[in-house]
């Protein structure tokens, strides 16, 4: 087998290993606790990351056999045999973990993993293709999906001074898009953009219509975050930040991520 390809099936292998011990997880604490708020947020998430592989691993295909098998499992059968929607969260998770076990085994068969597509680079989910700086994209997309994963696991702390991250970095690409002089009309402070201060970037953004109000409702942390970065060493802020805290700073992050890029 291909070294380049040995690679890649060993990473999605170690990949796959991660999402299927995260699933046993929510889906022990569904099945005890239905209701658990924190354990359906985290399933929501777990979900959408096990989306992503598998879209990664079908080369992108709804056709492929694994995409398929992901989208019926989110489905349950009439007494007639249709296919109808409303399947409970813990039957889900236990199918979707069927179907991850199912890539598990393809991978390492050996006819050299044979769902893997045939481009060596992986597709990427595209969800920042509206950030004007090429070098900035997989930068963001990566703190995304740390973000998720840090709310998942209950360090609100670093899920929400993340989410600011990723806002104060889209803002600014657009910003610096639309050039100081076009932002002139909007009563631009003195000084270069990279010199503004998160709360200014914003402000600025919004009056010069690149974004609409969603950011009035960040929380005060939020907005002071670059102020309380001390931390215990440990990526948890002495302050401490509520999981409503972090929610919410997400949910602001995905409006303006709408914003920025109508077409979502």
């Known amino acids: 087998m291909d070294e380049s390809l040995r690679a890649q099936i060993e990473t999605y292998l170690s990949h796959l290993d991660g999402l299927i011990r995260r699933g046993r997880q929510v889906r022990d604490t569904l099945t005890d606790d239905p209701l658990n708020k924190s354990a359906i947020a985290a399933t929501r998430v777990w979900q959408e990351d096990c989306g992503v592989t598998i879209n990664q691993l079908s080369g992108g295909s709804k056709a492929h056999w694994l995409a398929r098998s992901f989208s019926e499992a989110f489905l349950m059968r009439s007494t007639a045999g249709r296919a109808v929607e409303g399947a409970a969260p813990d039957e889900i998770v236990k199918r979707l973990l069927g179907v991850l076990e199912q890539a598990v085994d393809s991978l ?157």
Request: proline share 4%; hydrophobic share 35%.
């Open 108 to 264: 390492t068969r050996t006819d050299d993993g044979a769902i893997i597509s045939a481009s060596s680079q992986a597709p990427s989910p595209h969800r920042f293709d509206f950030v004007h700086n090429l070098d900035l994209r997989p930068v963001v997309e990566q703190a995304y999906a740390d973000s998720r994963r840090a709310f998942e696991q209950e360090h609100y702390d670093l899920a929400l001074r993340t989410s600011c991250g990723i806002l104060e970095a889209i803002v600014t690409d657009a910003l610096e898009h639309t050039g100081l002089g076009a932002l002139a009309a909007s009563d631009t402070p003195e000084g270069e953009i990279s010199d503004w201060t998160f709360e200014t970037r914003l402000a600025v953004a919004e009056k010069a219509g690149l974004i609409r109000g969603g950011c009035a409702r960040l929380p005060e942390v939020a907005r002071k975050y670059r102020d309380s970065a001390d931390t215990n060493g440990d990526g948890h802020s002495k302050a401490g930040v509520s999981e409503r805290e972090a929610r919410l700073t997400g949910q602001v992050l995905h409006v303006v991520m709408r914003d920025l890029d109508p077409g979502r």
